[in-house]
């Protein structure tokens, strides 16, 4: 009874990392970007004019996450399969991390939320540090820009926090602070849960 007990505790566990997780993949789903800032960007001078983005906290159905590839497409509703890659592959993660941990130090504002948000394509795609010139501008939303510069500004003020690091070939990357479960962690999870039956008997 035992050994059926432990087998089928087991399957259910494998069941729940061939499910949503599976080989270091994540099925995800995008809600929505809130809070955010619609803003006006231009990355490389490419469009000159700018165009509408954006910039904010991402809502996908694991969690919250900032994007790290503005130059990919990604939109509401979308259903999409993640990689999950080791967090230091990702360029500049420290300070992406430290990034992050200002803002969720912060009110969380919408304002928050965008500056954060243009401080890491900054960081990913920038030359100079600052939203207001360079490879990354902001061409409106000063208030925006204002919190950006002032981010990049203190970075290493903030305290780092631990990022999932998600990428896709063909939609945007993106690090979350979720708790996002690897594999071999669900199966742990159902081995205990035998431990636990087992001394209940």
Known sequence: MKTKLLLGVAAIALALVSGRVNAQ????????????????????????HGELQNAGQLNFDFGPAFCVEPLAGL????????????????????TISRL???????????????????AIWEIVMGDNGSLSSGNVRLLDSPAVVA????????????????????????????????????????LLIGLASVGLLRRKR
């Open 25 to 48: 993949t994540l099925q995800a789903h995008l809600i929505d970007a809130n809070p955010q800032v619609l803003v006006n960007v231009t990355f490389d001078g490419n469009p000159a």
């Open 75 to 94: 939109s509401y509703g979308e259903n999409l399969v993640y990689n999950i890659q080791n967090p230091l592959s990702l360029t500049q993660y420290d």
């Open 100 to 118: 992050v941990g200002g803002y969720l130090a912060s009110g969380q504002t919408n304002v928050d939320a965008a500056g954060v948000q243009a």
């Open 147 to 186: 919190a950006a510069n002032n981010y990049l500004a203190n970075v290493n003020t903030y305290t780092p926090v631990a990022l999932t690091y998600l990428t896709n070939d063909t939609r945007q990357d993106v690090v979350t602070w979720a708790v996002v479960p690897e594999p071999s962690s669900v």
